[in-house]
């Protein structure tokens, strides 16, 4: 069992990166995902997240209108495409299923924002 974030990268301040947070061993069906954020000497921030039944999605302000949260149920995956990053935008960045009492974290992705 296994939850694997990937796609962080090195990018200019208005770039787009596509996160994803693939799960083996598990199906992500039945979870509620969210992907969180830690920059150095922050805490852990949510900024966005999405439902297992409607896919209701929500979003930190700082990232609404900017970031989109998918869930690809064929692929195991859900991704967070953002867009017109930001420095603010650096930090690590990682997932998280939860469902009930289980959840699991992804291992976290580093993602760098920087002209």
């Known amino acids: 069992v296994q939850l694997q974030a990937s796609g962080g990268g090195f990018v200019q301040p208005g770039d787009s990166l596509r996160l994803a947070c693939a799960a083996s061993?598990?199906?992500?069906?039945?979870?509620?995902i969210g992907w969180f954020r830690q920059a150095p000497g922050k805490e852990r921030e949510r900024v966005s997240c999405?439902?297992?039944?409607?896919?209701?999605?929500h979003y930190e302000d700082s990232v609404k209108g900017r970031f989109t949260i998918v869930r690809d149920n064929a692929k195991n995956t859900v991704y967070l495409q953002m867009s017109a990053l930001k420095p603010e935008d650096t930090a690590v960045y990682y997932c998280h299923a939860v469902l009930v009492r289980v959840d699991y974290w992804g291992q976290g992705t580093q993602v760098t924002v920087s002209s």
């Open positions: 061993g598990f199906s992500l069906d039945y979870y509620a």
């Open positions: 999405i439902s297992t039944s409607d896919g209701t999605d």
